[in-house]
């Protein structure tokens, strides 16, 4: 079983859950239990062109995963009329946090294989009472894990961030010596249990031109360059640091599976404009399976039936045990 929530009801979750699910090949793969509210998936159901059937459930148990036929656990309070589409809004922020928190639960208790989400709207999450920077932070206080490290998996590029939702300015002060250790390794471990044997972990540098020996800051010196030395000294495989503008051509040369970037837009940038429509986005640090899109609400186009569900199919198909991750070993082998 995977569960599915709708995402923020108000964006294109619920469409392109449903262009997801109207593919009779994803039945053969899992069986997807729709966390939401039957009525939001009806009131898509014109801009996918399609009629699939809701039946309502009251147990994961009960889902039957059957092709044209949408296996729905009612979940949240939503009323019509209570948000507008393409616009934040509380009531919509409270439905998305009660479905993942519903979904989350489900999964700690191991009723269901995996957790995807499709985009949310922070804004209106935190509006609705669920005050977190973002979906991750949210995730691991319920989980109750000590860390949580997003990771992006591309077709040919990965990605993943020391911090993520701070203010630029904060970034220096975020990055010390011993938290970009614990990232690191946190990354191995995760890598590992999705395929790589031996992770090759290209880190970023955070000023321009690898510092210029101290002149753009020390951030290497102190923390960054010693971090990658006590990776190393424990057996990861952590090459660099690299300049921040050059760093994904060595990815895409082959010489590594992933980048490590110090803060959020640093890599991002890069490899969304390379991956963007293929990123699975996973939750390294948990007790669950977890994994979202690498997109947002994109409250634009929400209704007109042009959302692209391509990010939200991959992203399942890594929710049920079946991704392969995009690069490779020197060796070949995965």
């Not at 591309?154 to 993520?164: C, D, H, I, K, W």
Request: glycine share 12%; net charge neutral; hydrophobic share 45%.
């Amino acid at each position: 079983f995977v569960a599915i929530t709708l995402g923020d009801p108000a964006g294109i979750g619920p469409e392109i859950t449903l262009k997801v699910l109207k593919k009779r090949e994803i039945y053969d793969l899992c069986v997807p239990v729709v966390l939401g509210a039957p009525w939001v998936l009806q009131e898509h159901m014109p801009a996918v062109r399609e009629s699939l059937k809701v039946r309502i459930i009251h147990d994961v148990k009960e889902a039957l995963g059957v092709y044209g036929t949408i296996d729905l656990l009612e979940t949240g309070s939503l009323s019509p009329g209570t948000f507008l589409k393409g616009e934040v809004s509380a009531a919509a922020g409270l439905f998305s946090g009660q479905c993942l928190e519903s979904a989350v639960s489900l999964a700690l208790r191991g009723e269901v294989y995996s957790v995807l989400l499709p985009p949310i709207n922070k804004q209106s999450l935190n509006a609705g009472g669920y005050h977190f920077a973002g979906w991750a932070e949210m995730v691991k206080h319920m989980t109750g894990a000590q860390d949580a490290l997003p990771v992006l998996i591309g077709e040919r590029y990965n990605l993943a961030r020391v911090t993520t939702h701070v203010s630029l300015r904060q970034v220096p002060d975020l990055i010390p010596r011993e938290r970009v250790r614990k990232v690191i390794l946190m990354l191995d471990q995760s890598l590992k249990a999705i395929g790589y044997k031996r992770p090759r972990i290209a880190v970023s540098c955070l000023n321009p031109h690898f510092g210029e020996g101290g002149l753009f800051g020390r951030e290497e010196i102190d923390s960054i360059i010693p971090a990658i030395e006590d990776v190393r000294e424990e057996g990861v495989e952590a090459l660099g640091p690299f300049p921040g503008d050059t760093i994904f051509l060595g990815m895409r040369d082959g010489n590594y599976d992933i980048v490590l970037s110090m803060y959020h837009d640093h890599g991002g940038a890069a490899i969304k404009l390379l991956e963007f429509g293929h990123l699975v986005n996973f939750l390294a640090g948990v007790p669950i399976r977890i994994f979202s899109v690498a997109h947002g609400t994109a409250f634009d186009i929400v209704g007109k039936g042009i959302a692209d569900a391509g990010n939200l199919e991959r992203s399942l198909r890594f929710a049920s045990g079946v991704g392969i991750p995009a690069c490779r070993s020197r060796s070949g082998q995965r």
